[in-house]
């Protein structure tokens, strides 16, 4: 099963940014990233293929945006005039086939998260 490992989260104040990369083990042909808030579902939050078409959940639109390195598996989120409601654990998925879906069902691997929160 591939590894996936993220990092650059961080807290930072209403407006600012931050970049999330995700190193993957082992390339795969999707790969996403999710998020969730306490007391809240997992929410999908943007996706990519190798082809890089991607999907983002409406909130995020024009404000963040996913990319992958196919050379080294790496995938990357970044994000731009944060806001409160973007406070959350973001979690890192992959699969070997191919889904764009931002729902949880198809999404077979996932990383430990990393912490986002965005104070005013």
């Known amino acids: 099963e591939v590894q996936l490992v993220e990092s650059g989260g961080g807290s930072v104040q209403v407006g600012g940014s931050l970049r999330l990369s995700c190193a993957a083990s082992?390339?795969?042909?999707?790969m996403g990233w999710f998020r969730q808030a306490p007391g809240k579902e997992r929410e999908g939050v943007a996706t990519?293929?190798?082809?890089?078409?991607?999907t983002y959940t409406s909130s995020v639109k024009g404000r963040f945006t996913i990319s992958r390195d196919n050379a080294d598996s790496t995938l990357y989120l970044q994000m731009n005039n944060l806001k409160p409601e973007d406070s959350a654990m973001y979690y890192c998925?992959?699969?070997?086939?191919?889904?764009?879906?931002?729902?949880?069902?198809?999404?077979?691997?996932w990383g430990q998260g990393t912490q986002v929160t965005v104070s005013s």
């Open positions: 990519i293929n190798s082809r890089t078409i991607t």
């Open positions: 082992s390339p795969r042909l999707c």
């Open positions: 998925a992959a699969t070997s086939g191919y889904t764009l879906s931002l729902r949880r069902d198809p999404w077979r691997a």
